[in-house]
């Protein structure tokens, strides 16, 4: 015979929606923005090893100045550049717009109905709070980077190998920096979506208790009800009668069949 499991209170509650924490659109959500921070990542490593550099070449006349060259175009680096900016930005963008929805379905016990003074909802609080800032300042610094890089690598697509006065080029590092940056961002981003998936757990199993406790506090302050009074009725052709006149009834049976019999005797003499 097959094997049957137990039906537990999780197999009959709810699934989550698309738009709920801790369903599956969420999970696919933030593992692709995390995956989106390391093309980012690699995108700007990639710009950083291909970065144009500058090289002085001294003139032959007399009295000239030194000029300096591009080493390349700066198309590379500033594409690779281009797609992490935006990549992230949209990555970013998206994952916050998910959560923002998210909170404003969830039910208003999980939002207004804690305790505050309870100390896993002060913990909560301060780790929101600390993603969130922590997850925008990454943000909004590994965006200013990229931007410098795209604004210096674009300035010479064309004539790059001609010698010029004065050229501009990135520090060593700055798009790497931007690149940690952005993978910094992205994992922030999913520490804040845990703590408020945690954050909704722990509402519901407060909820839970709550509602258990006013359950157990209607059932015994109700008064307790008597039982009820069992009526017997009778069936059709069912006449209950005592004991004592079955019995008068035989005796007096018996005395008419004696009278009877005495009576026949007292005629045939």
Same mark, same amino acid.
């Given at each position: 015979m097959p094997k049957r499991t137990a039906i537990t209170h999780a197999d009959l509650a709810p699934s989550p929606q698309g738009t709920e924490f801790g369903s599956k659109t969420g999970v696919?959500? &933030? +593992?692709s923005t995390i995956l989106c921070g390391l093309c980012c990542? @690699? %995108?700007? *490593? @990639?710009?950083?090893?291909?970065?144009? =550099?500058?090289? !002085?070449?001294?003139?032959?006349?007399?009295g000239g100045e030194n000029q300096c060259v591009y080493s390349g175009s700066g198309k590379l680096p500033l594409l690779c550049a281009a797609t992490a900016f935006v990549g992230l930005a949209v990555a970013m963008v998206i994952e916050h717009m998910y959560m923002l929805v998210a909170i404003s379905k969830s039910p208003p016990p999980a939002l207004v $109905?804690?305790?505050?003074?309870?100390?896993? +909802?002060k $913990? #909560?609080?301060?780790?929101?709070?600390?993603?969130?800032?922590?997850?925008? @300042?990454?943000f909004a610094v590994g965006e200013i980077l990229l931007l &410098?890089? *795209?604004? +210096?690598?674009?300035?010479? %697509?064309?004539? !790059?190998s001609r010698p010029r006065p004065n050229c501009l080029v990135i520090?060593?590092? *700055? /798009?790497?920096?931007?690149? +940690? /940056?952005?993978?910094?961002?992205? /994992? #922030?981003?999913?520490? %804040?979506?845990?703590?408020?998936?945690?954050a909704q757990r722990i509402s519901q199993e407060q909820e839970h208790v709550r509602r258990e406790v006013l359950e157990a506090s209607a059932l015994y302050a109700s008064p307790p009800q008597s039982p009820r009074l069992s009526i017997i009725t009778t069936m059709a052709r069912e006449n209950p009668v005592r004991r004592e006149n079955q019995l008068e009834? =035989?005796? =007096? $049976?018996?005395?008419?069949?004696?009278f009877a019999s005495f009576s026949k005797r007292s005629n045939l003499v």
């Open positions: 696919v959500l &933030i +593992v990542f @690699i %995108l700007c *490593l @990639i710009a950083e090893a291909t970065r144009s =550099q500058m090289t !002085w070449e001294s003139t032959h006349k007399k $109905s804690w305790d505050p003074d309870y100390r896993p +909802v $913990s #909560l609080t301060w780790q929101a709070g600390f993603f969130f800032v922590t997850t925008w @300042i990454c &410098i890089g *795209l604004s +210096v690598e674009s300035g010479h %697509l064309k004539n !790059w520090k060593q590092g *700055l /798009f790497s920096a931007a690149g +940690v /940056f952005a993978l910094l961002a992205v /994992f #922030l981003a999913a520490g %804040l979506y845990l703590t408020a998936l945690r009834e =035989q005796q =007096q $049976s018996a005395w008419a069949s004696s």
